[in-house]
């Protein structure tokens, strides 16, 4: 029986990934000379050909062959009474558009196509906006350009870190770092004062901090006060964090105050970078990784803290027009009873499961940096899994989780494309 096949089966909720669409998994951008979104970039081909089909219009445009519902092309008219330009909102209540609307009239420039409606009104589109903004153009474009890496990739591109004194006072310097995280999953910063005071000051500058059951900052040691592997001092495998959220956190900061002892060294991995190598070699496996959902658990009964956390999803979360990846789940701590699978595909599972994980053990792919006081990371924990070597004497490390919208905004405001 094929994977597709057998997809349908699980009550109708998994949608078969098109294997003509795998090579499009984010991992796509390998170089930094190649990531350039494909909205910024300037159409070989202006010429503009038209047809008026039976309930879309076809634009043959910048290279591509693009089809617009009548209905979409109504409802997303910018026009002064469909859309106000101070708000950037929607005006046109679409629930008033006649769903088998058809343009009247239609003409087209050099520049702009021009759609005149039943009732009189009249609708003009930038024809390079319609290319971006298209379905055909959004299979073709990455929704965050990047660039994966192993250890050999990351080290020999020789990323500099961020200063404290310029990043605090600097937007220039701000954005440069936004660059860095955005390309490579992770950005450091040195020179920053070793207290949880100054850390938190420093994450302010680019996001709110997401407060959770941990509390908002952290500042732990390996005592065990929380029912966490993280609190003692034994090695840590390659994970992602808070997997038992609904959505996980989305940036984890480091800082690790003190360490008088041996060992600790933090590990690293791109997991998108691991993420492509199972597309490339195995489309089946990285399908079902991205269709079926597990759950992952944390139960925590220590001292006065009692919690109980559930989070639902698949190990690799894609946008399903370009299968591009935009979020592993992966923890095999925390990894709930797996029930969410029939019984004549979870071995199957389990096989996608250990290439994945082959791939993320790669000692090609490991990056191991040393944290010492001063030295800040933060890490996209949607892409960027980390663990540690176990380690000796006292260990002293502060930390948050920032909320993820909020870091995308800075990186927006200052005009990166996030």
């Known amino acids: 029986m094929s994977l597709a096949r057998m997809f349908c089966r699980l009550n109708g909720y998994l949608q078969p990934i098109s294997k003509a669409r795998a090579p499009l998994v984010s991992g796509f951008i390998r170089t930094q000379i190649e990531v350039r979104h494909w909205l910024h970039t300037v159409p070989q081909s202006t010429s503009c050909h038209w047809q008026l089909q039976e309930d879309s219009l076809e634009l043959s445009y910048g290279g591509l062959v693009m089809h617009f519902a009548y209905v979409w092309l109504r409802d997303h008219c910018h026009s002064a009474s469909c859309f106000n330009s101070k708000t950037n909102q929607r005006n046109l209540d679409t629930a008033n558009v006649e769903l088998n609307i058809r343009p009247a009239n239609t003409r087209v420039d050099d520049e702009n196509i021009f759609l005149t409606w039943p009732d009189g009104h009249v609708t003009r589109y ?29 080290t020999s591109a020789k990323v500099p870190s961020a200063n404290w004194d310029k990043f605090m006072s600097c937007d220039d310097e701000l954005k440069k770092f936004l660059g860095r995280f955005l390309l490579y999953g992770i950005a450091f910063v040195e020179g920053v004062p070793p207290t949880v005071e100054a850390t938190e000051t420093l994450t302010q500058r680019v996001s709110l901090i997401r407060e959770t059951m941990y ?110 990846v935009y979020m592993i789940r992966y923890n095999n701590y925390d990894r709930a009873v797996i029930n ?41 924990n949607w892409r960027v899994l980390h663990g540690r070597e176990s380690f000796t004497g006292l260990r002293q490390l502060c930390g948050c989780y920032l909320t993820r919208d909020d870091f995308l905004n800075t990186a927006r405001s200052l005009g990166l494309h996030a």
């Open 126 to 154: 930038n024809l390079s906006w319609l290319a971006q903004n298209s379905y055909e153009g959004q299979k073709q474009s990455a929704m965050q350009p990047h660039i994966i890496w192993n250890s050999d990739i990351y």
């Open 215 to 324: 509390g908002k900052m952290w500042n732990f040691t390996s005592d065990f006060s929380r029912g966490d592997t993280a609190y003692t001092k034994l090695a840590l495998d390659r994970h992602t964090d808070t997997t038992y959220f609904q959505e996980p956190c989305g940036i984890q900061v480091f800082h690790c105050l003190r360490h008088e002892g041996t060992g600790g060294r933090t590990l690293l991995v791109d997991g998108f970078y691991s993420a492509d190598k199972v597309l490339q070699k195995t489309p089946e496996n990285f399908e079902l990784l991205a269709q079926v959902p597990i759950k992952h658990e944390y139960i925590e009964n220590v001292s006065d803290h009692h919690n109980h956390m559930i989070g639902i999803g698949p190990v690799l979360n894609v946008y399903p027009w370009n299968n591009e």
């Open 340 to 380: 969410t699978i029939p019984h004549d595909i979870v071995k199957r599972w389990y096989v996608a499961h250990r290439e994945l994980t082959t791939e993320l053990r790669k000692p090609e792919n490991e990056l191991w940096i040393k944290l010492k006081p001063g030295k800040v990371v933060f890490i996209d």
